[in-house]
């Protein structure tokens, strides 16, 4: 678990929405798949702007191209898991 995702429960818990969401966004841009659909949740609630859900999506993207490889791809898609 990032550090980040702590964090954000924490300001979760304290009722501190707006907070909370700046950690989602940075966790997502690190490759946290969860917390990217915490940011679109928030996104659909009004509390993540456009333009803070799209330069989540740009990182996030980034990372998940940057892990995908031809062998890779080989192994998940001959076990039917789904990648990260």
């Known amino acids: ?7 954000m429960f924490y300001y979760s818990a304290a ?3 707006d907070r909370a969401y700046k950690h989602y966004i940075i966790a997502a841009k690190a ?11 928030g996104f659909k609630d009004g509390i993540v702007t456009k333009d803070e859900y ?3 999506l740009r990182p996030y993207q980034k990372i998940q191209d940057d892990m995908r490889s031809e062998m890779r791809d ?11």
């Open 54 to 56: 799209a330069q989540t």
């Open 1 to 7: 678990m990032y550090m980040s995702t702590k964090i």
């Open 31 to 41: 490759g946290d798949n969860d917390a990217l659909d915490m940011v679109k949740a």
């Open 74 to 84: 080989k192994v998940i898609g001959g076990t039917g898991l789904t990648p990260c």
């Open 15 to 17: 009722v501190n929405y």
